[in-house]
């Protein structure tokens, strides 16, 4: 609101003074002391000003500055006339200035007997001293929040963080309900206390200290039979009042997005580039199991662990936590038992147990990217992605194989700016890279993919044997024989002794009697059902 008002000022002379006109209601305004900053209040904050009034050209009005003591009001709230509210918005702290006031932003055609007549105009004197911030963190009034004293920086808590606090939470006749003596620490998805402390610290800033209004509601957690966490006899129309103060948090990212591999920084690292697919690191690291038990140990200060991001040298949700690092950072990683299924230490735990890593990032060498690299970069990264795809599939590990293949064709995809040379032998990366994906598609039953990689091959070599024999592997796979016969019979006349090939040949023929067979069997139950 107080952007869109200042937003909304034109600057006009009145009697050789510059005023300034809010709205378009003839509300003007003149300052006579400029603010210390730049921030003005928002609705729903609490103002504390001095002022002094009269109407314009006669009586005095009251003032707060003949008594000593700052008037408060809530802004944007009707708590005061609306020339008040829409002129104290466009304030700053320590501004001081002269507002007009219409009477239709004061008190309009009534007035205010017997002191203020019908269609009078109003002159305030007002400075601002201070506001507090109130926010309604829940959105429908049931948790407000006022800033009693600034955070630092801009960063708040998210949900999967662990904050540290300390509160005081009292009922509103004064009654003591919880108090945290020397801090207390908590996952904010874990909750604690109530409701209203989760909802208001997301809001806050390190070192904030606040006072929550919260609703009955949103004040006390009930179990299963209705029953509030409080001793005594709470009336369900008790309300709280909280002093909560933000200590520090510790960041908790959820790695996966699932809550199956979590990361809690524990010490910050340098600057904001971390490790990507391909980079090697140098990491420490330590894996607990649940009752303590160290089953890994990686690295030290004088040797540490290297390894390549992303090419199965550890398991995959660890793997995945160190990407999100930074260097010298330090973290626990908790992993769900699952993601160590390859692994030998998952005959050790069931799968809903949790695993620990402390983990620290030493430094990272990332890889280049393929839009940095020239042609010749371009062509040993792919032949080195290649070779690893080639061990992954003797290994039986045909998804990472697959992955490799891709990523080893991508590099090469776009060869305009190659030589003739490299064209060439960047055609032969294709064949062969799209060539062992479709092994590994077929290995992993995906049929359609397995044919249209097939089929990129052939494109580029029409009289390729292996893609033909394998696409015609996918389509005797999906029931397609005409299509799988089409592509043997090609495959024979280009390479008539293919041992490899005369099977899959003999496996169609068979295939094909079979669903002859079928076949026959429907025709002759429909001749059956007809007679």
Known sequence: ?????????????????????????????????R????????PGDQVQVHFSGHIEGGACLDSSRDKGIPFCFKLGQGEVIKGWDEGVATMKKGERAIFHIPPGLAYGDAGSPPLIPPNSSLV??????????????????????????EGEGWATPRANDEVFVKYEARLENGTLVSKSEEGMEFCILDGHLCPAI???????????KAELAVKFSYGFRKDGYGNTNIDGGVSSESNLTIQLELLSWKSIIDVTGDQKVLKKITKAGEGLDHPNEGSLVKVIYIGRLEDGTVFDRKGSD????????????????LDRAIMTMKKDEQAIVKIRAEYLSSHEVSKLVSANSTLDYEVKLLDFTKETPFWKMDTQEKIKACERKKHDGNL?????NFWHASKKYEKAVKLIEFDHSFTDDEKCLAKGLRISCNLNNAACKLKLEDYSQASKLCTKVLELDSSNVKALFRRSQAYLKTNELEKAEADTKRALTIDPNNREVKVGYKELKEKQREYAKYQAGIFSTMLSKMG
Request: aromatic share 10%; hydrophobic share 35%.
């Open 392 to 396: 992954l599939f003797k290994a039986a």
């Open 302 to 317: 004088e040797e540490p662990f290297e390894f390549i991001t992303l090419d199965e040298n550890i398991n995959g949700g």
């Open 35 to 42: 603010g210390t900053s730049w921030q003005t209040p928002f």
């Open 1 to 33: 609101m107080a952007i869109s008002l200042l937003n909304s000022y034109s600057k006009t002379h009145y009697a050789g003074s510059l005023h300034t006109e809010i709205g378009n209601q003839g509300l003007r305004k003149q300052i006579l002391t």
């Open 198 to 208: 989760c909802k208001a610290v997301k809001t806050m800033r390190r070192g904030e």
């Open 124 to 149: 305030y004197d007002i400075e601002m001293l201070s506001w507090s911030t109130i926010k309604d963190v829940t959105g429908d009034g049931g948790v407000l929040k006022k800033i009693l004293r």
